[in-house]
């Protein structure tokens, strides 16, 4: 059996059962004493493997008297120790952090662990290491950290990560190999990614471009993949510890508190976190060299006294009031080890915010006064159930199968009222998603492995609305964001995937699958004289990947992929109502069709000797049928009453073609042993071909240089992130009908200084200090609604227990 597939196997029962005379040994960062999760440890002839678990522990009864043990782990330096100088070491083994990883193991790219060598794609990981150190308030920020995901906020509570030119439901989140992506995924910017506890993540990696083949429909532009912690079992029979940490932040008053707590036994192990945060009106930064001084301030709020709105001047302008919410996570896991080969697991995944307020659209003004007196986001609710089984033992079809059984109940609503109106229009959703994923890996030679799969989901819409006088109490009828007669939306799909080896320098992968996707909707109560009562879709595609990765040559790695996307059309697609912009409402469409991505990329990463790497990757994809909002006739009108006024009708139409194309730039170095440099560089652009327009979901250029210390407990770092400008005629025609959200000039260009450090002590305690924006500058990234946070002190103190 070849190594990698000695390291799949390991990788699932990594912290499985032990008996209570094992020998363990603990892998920790040599600077800050971290124990360090998923550690590879191996003899050089790959007879004998183990991982660390997520206690950083690693069973190594395998090893013997003589041996000589390789530890190697992504960001770290390999190093190799004898088996009999372990004793001397205490059984502990310190490994030191490095900029660029040749080795590293990834499992987003086939769905079971790989090597990234192995993969034709560009994967960014974010390590648990790593959010614990930068301390991101959601898993956007965390995404966000990598430099190479450009994310998207219209309010503090939000979050749209954008992946080479495609975002919302052009994207796909995968929690614990479970789409997040359900029915109502709409085609603006979208904030589920927040739901997604980071403080409980112990890795989340980006795959860049379709990955429709292993994934299924949505991920046109990338796979957002997060793995939270797993349960560790216990090396000696019982065993429990944990942790917590608290951290403030001054921009926006935040107040995180979390903890959590592992128990461990033979068979069996658990692990539960939570986590509580409570964010305040976010400050904007004061120095305006980039705007006109008057551009993103606060200078009024809306305030009801009585029965009447009366706009209140605002004290401080760069406070954006109303921004802040209140989240609330909590994670439990719990597994069952019934034998070596086979291990059971039930998961349990909450989250809920309180009223998050929608700050653009609070910003929006009209003959000189607000337009808006309330508008927020509801509660909310996102849980998940997850049944999941792991059985490994080698049959004629497979050699490792997983099996994935989940339900998911999501519950999101709008609530707006226009200002010196006393009705409040509330709009309720929810969805049900029953979902099924049935993995398998096959190990067919030294040379050649496979990966196929089946998976279903079923998603039931409920979608309910109403109108109340806040005055008098009074309660009518509204119009629904979806049909209120309910909406059902299937989706089924099989893949299969293989990897085959050339010598051990060079690897060929292709992959083919075929999905389909049946939509029906019912109009109850129809406010709007539509033509139809019902809505419905059945559409199929089949799609593939091709691509290849060598190290032939000596000092580098080329690779190159080749695939096509496929995405139907989904409830929010088809069946929407909802006004998108001042005097525009969008229309259902029950002609719309799917769209589909071809993509080709390549990339090339040089090895400077062993302390650097630089990675360069472009790629084009074309799409074709691309889904965009243009003018509609609906039932032959060009416009219709929405919510009192006469809106223009627009629809999610299929336009023809449409391309986008760009490139990306990494470098990362080890200055010495104690110092490292790391940068990236993105640059995206895509043109409706049809309408000769931009792409709404295509950011200017952006990136990240960092430089960072390392050394006797200290971690200290220093970074800059920065965007280029795109002018105003270059934004969307959708962006352009925003003149609340951008300057006159469109984005301007602009830079930010982080600077952070912290320290390990002795006793499991870790203190953290930061400050972001240095330069305390008002900036606005690219569709953005609210402006970036000013300067922010961050304070945070983490003890292991």
Same mark, same amino acid.
């Given at each position: 059996?070849?190594?990698? /597939?000695?390291?799949?196997?390991?990788? @699932?029962?990594?912290?499985?059962?032990?008996?209570?005379?094992?020998?363990?040994?603990? #892998?920790?960062?040599?600077?800050?004493?971290?124990?360090?999760?998923?550690? /590879?440890?191996?003899?050089?002839?790959?007879?004998?493997?183990?991982?660390?678990?997520?206690? &950083?522990?690693?069973?190594?009864?395998?090893?013997?008297?003589?041996?000589?043990? #390789?530890?190697?782990?992504?960001?770290?330096?390999?190093?190799?120790?004898?088996?009999?100088?372990?004793?001397?070491?205490?059984?502990?083994?310190?490994?030191?952090?490095?900029?660029?990883?040749?080795?590293?193991?990834? #499992?987003?790219?086939?769905?079971?662990?790989?090597?990234?060598?192995?993969?034709?794609?560009?994967?960014?990981?974010?390590?648990?290491?790593?959010?614990?150190?930068?301390?991101?308030?959601?898993?956007?920020?965390?995404?966000?950290?990598?430099?190479?995901?450009?994310?998207?906020?219209?309010?503090?509570?939000?979050?749209?990560?954008?992946?080479?030119g495609f975002a919302a439901n052009g994207v796909l989140i995968v929690v614990d190999g479970v789409r997040m992506n359900n029915a109502i995924y709409r085609g603006g910017n979208l904030q589920n990614v927040i739901l997604v506890d980071p403080n409980n993540l112990a890795r989340a990696e980006v795959v860049f471009g379709p990955g429709s083949v292993m994934y299924g429909g949505d991920a046109l532009g990338g796979v957002m993949a997060f793995?939270?912690?797993?349960?560790?079992?216990?090396?000696?029979?019982?065993?429990?510890?944990?942790?917590?940490? @608290?951290?403030?932040?001054?921009?926006?008053?935040?107040?995180?508190?979390?903890?959590?707590?592992?128990?461990?036994?033979?068979?069996?192990?658990?692990?539960?976190?939570?986590?509580?945060?409570?964010?305040? +009106?976010?400050?904007?930064?004061?120095?305006?060299?980039?705007?006109?001084?008057?551009?993103?301030?606060?200078?009024?709020?809306?305030?009801? /006294?009585?029965?009447?709105?009366?706009?209140?001047?605002?004290?401080?302008?760069?406070?954006?009031?109303?921004?802040?919410?209140?989240?609330?996570?909590?994670? *439990?896991?719990?597994?069952?080890?019934?034998?070596?080969?086979?291990?059971?697991?039930?998961?349990?995944?909450?989250?809920?915010?309180?009223?998050?307020?929608?700050?653009?659209?609070?910003?929006e003004t009209r003959d000189g006064a607000p337009r808006y007196a309330e508008w927020y986001y509801g509660p909310q609710r996102w849980t998940m159930h997850v049944l999941e089984s792991d059985l490994t033992e080698p049959t004629l079809f497979y050699n490792k199968i997983k099996t994935t059984l989940a339900f998911q109940s999501v519950e999101e609503s709008r609530h707006d009222r226009k200002f010196q109106s006393d009705e409040l229009r509330?709009?309720?959703?929810? #969805?049900?998603?029953?979902?099924?994923?049935?993995?398998?890996?096959?190990?067919?030679?030294?040379?050649?492995?496979?990966?196929?799969?089946?998976?279903?989901?079923?998603?039931?819409?409920?979608?309910?609305?109403?109108?109340?006088?806040?005055?008098?109490?009074?309660?009518?009828?509204?119009?629904?964001?979806?049909?209120?007669?309910?909406?059902?939306?299937?989706?089924? &799909?099989?893949?299969?995937?293989?990897?085959?080896?050339? &010598?051990?320098?060079?690897?060929?992968?292709?992959?083919?699958?075929?999905?389909?996707?049946?939509?029906?909707?019912?109009?109850?109560?129809?406010?709007?004289?539509?033509?139809?009562?019902?809505?419905?879709?059945?559409?199929?595609?089949?799609?593939?990947?091709?691509?290849?990765?060598?190290?032939?040559?000596?000092?580098?790695?080329?690779?190159?992929?080749?695939?096509?996307?496929?995405?139907?059309?989904?409830?929010?697609?088809?069946?929407?109502?909802?006004?998108?912009?001042?005097?525009?409402?969008?229309?259902?469409? +029950?002609?719309?069709?799917?769209?589909?991505?071809?993509?080709?990329?390549? &990339?090339?990463?040089?090895?400077?000797?062993?302390?650097?790497?630089?990675?360069?990757?472009?790629?084009?994809?074309?799409?074709?049928?691309?889904?965009?909002?243009?003018?509609?006739?609906?039932?032959?009108?060009?416009?219709?009453?929405?919510?009192?006024?006469?809106?223009?009708?627009?629809?999610?139409?299929?336009?023809?073609?449409?391309?986008?194309?760009?490139?990306?730039?990494?470098?990362?170095?080890?200055?010495?042993?104690?110092?490292?440099?790391?940068?990236?560089?993105?640059?995206?652009?895509?043109?409706?071909?049809?309408?000769?327009?931009?792409?709404?979901?295509?950011?200017?250029?952006?990136?990240?240089?960092?430089?960072?210390?390392?050394d006797a407990g200290w971690r200290l770092e220093a970074s800059v992130e920065y965007q280029g400008a795109k002018p105003f005629d270059d934004l969307a025609p959708s962006e352009q009908e925003k003149t609340h959200m951008y300057a006159s000039v469109g984005s301007p260009a602009w830079y930010a200084l982080d600077v952070r450090a912290s320290y390990a002590l002795p006793f499991g305690v870790a203190l953290s200090l930061g400050v972001e924006? /240095?330069?305390?500058? *008002?900036?606005?990234?690219?569709?953005?609604?609210?402006?970036?946070?000013?300067?922010?002190?961050?304070?945070?103190?983490?003890?292991?227990?």
């Amino acid at each position: 059996m070849s190594f990698v /597939v000695r390291l799949i196997a390991v990788f @699932a029962f990594a912290g499985a059962s032990v008996s209570a005379h094992a020998q363990t040994i603990a #892998v920790r960062d040599s600077a800050t004493g971290a124990p360090l999760q998923r550690v /590879v440890v191996y003899t050089p002839d790959q007879t004998k493997l183990a991982v660390t678990n997520d206690e &950083g522990k690693a069973r190594i009864d395998a090893f013997s008297s003589g041996d000589r043990l #390789v530890f190697r782990q992504l960001g770290y330096a390999t190093r190799t120790v004898a088996y009999d100088s372990l004793a001397a070491l205490e059984f502990v083994v310190e490994l030191r952090a490095r900029s660029y990883a040749t080795d590293e193991v990834v #499992v987003s790219a086939n769905r079971w662990e790989t090597k990234r060598s192995d993969a034709p794609q560009v994967i960014a990981a974010v390590s648990a290491d790593k959010i614990a150190f930068e301390a991101p308030q959601t898993s956007a920020d965390a995404l966000a950290t990598t430099g190479k995901v450009f994310v998207q906020k219209s309010q503090l509570g939000g979050g749209s990560p954008m992946l080479r030119g495609f975002a919302a439901n052009g994207v796909l989140i995968v929690v614990d190999g479970v789409r997040m992506n359900n029915a109502i995924y709409r085609g603006g910017n979208l904030q589920n990614v927040i739901l997604v506890d980071p403080n409980n993540l112990a890795r989340a990696e980006v795959v860049f471009g379709p990955g429709s083949v292993m994934y299924g429909g949505d991920a046109l532009g990338g796979v957002m993949a997060f793995h939270t912690r797993k349960p560790v079992f216990s090396a000696d029979g019982f065993e429990t510890f944990g942790s917590a940490f @608290a951290r403030y932040s001054s921009a926006n008053e935040e107040k995180t508190a979390h903890a959590d707590f592992n128990f461990g036994a033979a068979r069996v192990a658990s692990y539960t976190g939570v986590t509580v945060s409570d964010f305040g +009106d976010l400050r904007a930064g004061n120095l305006h060299d980039l705007y006109d001084l008057d551009f993103g301030r606060r200078h009024f709020y809306v305030e009801r /006294v009585g029965n009447e709105d009366v706009v209140r001047a605002n004290d401080d302008p760069n406070i954006q009031t109303p921004s802040g919410y209140r989240q609330f996570n909590v994670l *439990h896991k719990t597994e069952y080890a019934l034998s070596d080969a086979l291990e059971f697991g039930y998961q349990f995944h909450h989250s809920s915010s309180s009223d998050i307020p929608r700050y653009d659209r609070l910003t929006e003004t009209r003959d000189g006064a607000p337009r808006y007196a309330e508008w927020y986001y509801g509660p909310q609710r996102w849980t998940m159930h997850v049944l999941e089984s792991d059985l490994t033992e080698p049959t004629l079809f497979y050699n490792k199968i997983k099996t994935t059984l989940a339900f998911q109940s999501v519950e999101e609503s709008r609530h707006d009222r226009k200002f010196q109106s006393d009705e409040l229009r509330s709009r309720v959703e929810k #969805v049900d998603v029953y979902s099924l994923n049935v993995d398998a890996f096959r190990y067919s030679s030294e040379r050649l492995q496979w990966f196929y799969g089946v998976d279903a989901s079923f998603n039931r819409v409920a979608s309910s609305a109403r109108s109340e006088n806040i005055s008098t109490g009074a309660v009518s009828p509204e119009a629904t964001r979806y049909p209120d007669g309910g909406s059902d939306y299937f989706r089924l &799909g099989a893949y299969v995937r293989f990897a085959y080896r050339f &010598g051990e320098k060079t690897t060929a992968s292709a992959g083919a699958r075929y999905s389909r996707a049946k939509l029906d909707a019912t109009i109850a109560e129809d406010f709007y004289n539509l033509p139809f009562d019902k809505l419905s879709l059945d559409a199929g595609a089949a799609t593939w990947s091709v691509g290849a990765t060598t190290e032939a040559l000596e000092g580098w790695r080329l690779y190159a992929n080749v695939s096509s996307g496929f995405r139907a059309p989904n409830v929010d697609d088809v069946a929407k109502v909802f006004d998108s912009e001042p005097g525009t409402v969008v229309a259902p469409n +029950d002609a719309l069709g799917p769209e589909y991505a071809y993509t080709a990329e390549g &990339g090339v990463v040089t090895y400077l000797g062993e302390s650097a790497a630089l990675e360069l990757t472009t790629y084009y994809t074309l799409v074709e049928d691309v889904i965009v909002r243009r003018d509609f006739l609906l039932d032959g009108r060009d416009s219709i009453m929405y919510d009192g006024e006469r809106s223009a009708v627009k629809a999610n139409v299929n336009a023809g073609e449409g391309y986008v194309f760009g490139a990306s730039a990494t470098f990362a170095a080890d200055l010495d042993e104690r110092i490292s440099l790391s940068s990236t560089l993105a640059y995206c652009e895509g043109r409706d071909k049809t309408a000769n327009e931009p792409l709404r979901h295509t950011p200017p250029v952006f990136g990240k240089t960092t430089i960072g210390y390392r050394d006797a407990g200290w971690r200290l770092e220093a970074s800059v992130e920065y965007q280029g400008a795109k002018p105003f005629d270059d934004l969307a025609p959708s962006e352009q009908e925003k003149t609340h959200m951008y300057a006159s000039v469109g984005s301007p260009a602009w830079y930010a200084l982080d600077v952070r450090a912290s320290y390990a002590l002795p006793f499991g305690v870790a203190l953290s200090l930061g400050v972001e924006n /240095v330069m305390d500058a *008002h900036y606005r990234p690219y569709g953005w609604g609210i402006s970036a946070p000013g300067r922010n002190l961050v304070v945070s103190a983490r003890a292991a227990f």
